[in-house]
């Protein structure tokens, strides 16, 4: 693929990094081209319509000065400007009634023929954050002032993407209302740094499939923190490779995990089947790889997305290792993960669940490429057809609404996000919600001796014990059959089987007489004693 760099990355040319003419040169390469939400919306505020933006907090003096620039029938007042050094909320309210003065000389005949226009920058200024107009004077002044001037003349209306959605007080002004929560891929060439440029062009890199790949990280960020990333990445590089590790650097959040942090071992997790494994190398880890390194054209890039699996479905009993393998598999396709529980979501720490959802793929999408891990999906996305009547089915109903409305923007489109069900009850779970994630996985109990063997070993070797032959081989024939007594050993049957969970607090039994510090050799006493132990539990109890 042909490019000059020099006309189609972003150089210094536009004059001082961070200057007025720098910062609104690179918002029109990112948002004003083509024929996207911003340059409709410059046609209907052309048109006279008023229209509010919700963009990013550090893009709106080079959005105001793009509408300056394009609307020219308009005689602009701005409002609401960000406060200066030792100005407060109350002297940007103040200054807004102005643009009623506005309308009043317009309709007297006085100044130029232009309609009057008002540009209002951060009107969540103006909201207090509870769904109201704060109660000030001021306040409620600078919003009649609003109004008055969407009904008169135009008004275009800014508010912070990262804020919540304003009171209908606000919005209620505005005709229309668009959300620039991303930078088109097509436009993402045009704001990435001359340096960076130059140096893919120098490896032979330089093609659709790579930029896709930055842009699957930034383009949820605001142009110019992209902008500044892939500047440092490019300076610090020597290898591709070297670029997406400072992008992922400069864009991990607390919330998600290095692949190496959520599975720190390099080896295969001990314990499943070799053909659980396998499946998962198969299915999602060697297409996510392959994307990764994909250096196709545009086209080719967004045939190989449709290739990606949206996510899966890891069931089976509880303490089989399912959040342990989902964690593996980020560790194997190398992306970023998060892990949330279905009773986080609900909590009422974190408000309405539904929204807690939206957030939650916003944030992912953010992310992207990485790894979402939903624990407990059961409790989550519980089936709508067994769900009865009332307040609570109907809230159940909503939250499993908005994950099908949600995972289906990740079909088919540069997401990047790779969505893990996990559940003890496969049942329970909405079908719709199943479907949507084509790869079923059963994580059951260990199914051979080896198995066992291979769980043991991997407890022994975190707790430093020393495992002699012998109690190894007693303890993997302990395990091995159902918990009461009297099992006939049947694997076909979940009862009282021995999870690797249960085999780790079970193994933890061993350690009652070690000194601390010092690698434990268990004898055959520790696991009579384990075994008596286990025999008092209710659960097994129950089983007898």
Not at 39 to 46: E, G, K, N
Not at 185 to 190: H, I, K
Request: glycine fraction near 10%.
């Amino acid at each position: 693929m042909a490019i000059d760099i020099r006309s189609m990355f972003y150089s210094r040319q536009y004059g001082r990094e961070g200057g007025g003419d720098w910062n609104r040169e690179l918002f029109q390469r990112a948002y004003f081209t083509g024929d996207g939400p911003f340059s409709r919306a410059i046609r209907r505020v052309s048109a006279g319509f008023s229209v509010l933006a919700y963009l990013p907090g550090n893009c709106m003096g080079s959005a105001a000065g793009v509408v300056r620039a394009e609307v020219s029938g308009c005689q602009w007042s701005e409002f609401l400007e960000h406060p200066s050094a030792g100005e407060t909320l109350e002297d940007a309210w103040k200054a807004t009634p102005g643009i009623v003065s506005a309308l009043k000389a317009w309709f007297q005949g006085e100044g130029d023929d232009r309609r009057p226009g008002g540009i209002f920058h951060n009107l969540d200024f103006l909201s207090d954050g509870h769904g109201g107009v704060y109660g000030h004077p001021y306040a409620q002044t600078a919003v009649s002032g609003l109004v008055a001037g969407s009904r008169a003349g135009v008004v275009f209306g800014m508010s912070d993407r990262d804020e919540p959605e304003l009171p209908t007080a606000i919005s209620r002004a505005f005709s229309e209302t668009i959300r620039l929560d991303e930078i088109p891929f097509e436009n993402f060439y045009r704001i990435m740094p001359v340096e960076l440029g130059e140096k893919l062009q120098q490896w032979g890199l330089l093609s659709d499939g790579t930029v896709w790949m930055m842009a699957a990280r930034l383009r949820w960020l605001d142009p110019i923190r992209a902008y500044r990333i892939l500047r440092d990445a490019a300076t610090a590089a020597s290898s591709l490779d070297d670029v997406f590790a400072e992008i992922l650097k400069a864009t991990q959040t607390v919330d998600f995990l290095h692949p190496d942090e959520a599975y720190p071992s390099e080896e295969d997790p001990d314990g499943f089947e070799p053909d659980t494994l396998e499946t998962v190398r198969r299915a999602i880890v060697r297409p996510f790889q392959q994307w990764r390194t994909f250096q196709g054209d545009a086209d080719r890039c967004r045939k190989a997305l449709l290739k990606l699996p949206p996510g899966a479905v890891y069931f089976g009993p509880p303490g089989t290792g399912k959040t342990t393998l989902a964690r593996w598999t980020a560790r194997k396709t190398g992306l970023p993960v998060r892990t949330v529980s279905g009773g986080e979501i609900r909590s009422a720490g974190w408000g309405e669940a539904e929204k807690n959802v939206r957030a939650l793929f916003r944030d992912a999408r953010r992310a992207a490429p990485c790894v979402l891990i939903l624990d407990d999906a059961d409790d989550l996305l519980p089936s709508r057809n067994a769900a009865n009547e009332g307040s609570t089915a109907s809230a159940e109903r909503a939250v499993v609404n908005e994950f099908l409305q949600q995972l289906q923007g990740f079909r088919g489109r540069l997401e990047g996000v790779l969505v893990i069900l996990t559940t003890n009850r496969f049942s329970s779970v909405d079908p719709a919600a199943a479907g949507r994630l084509p790869l079923h996985l059963a994580v059951p109990y260990p199914q051979t001796r080896e198995q066992v063997g291979e769980i043991l070993d991997s407890i022994a070797r975190d707790f430093d014990y020393v495992l002699m032959p012998e109690v190894r081989q007693k303890l993997i024939e302990r395990f091995y059959l159902p918990v009461h007594e009297g099992g006939a050993g049947d694997r076909n049957s979940r009862d009282g089987l021995f999870s690797p969970r249960e085999m780790q607090s079970a193994m933890r039994m061993l350690s009652g007489e070690a000194e601390l510090g010092a690698a434990y050799h268990p004898n055959m006493a520790d696991v009579e004693r384990m075994k008596e132990y286990y025999q008092k539990l209710p659960q097994v109890q129950a089983l007898k």
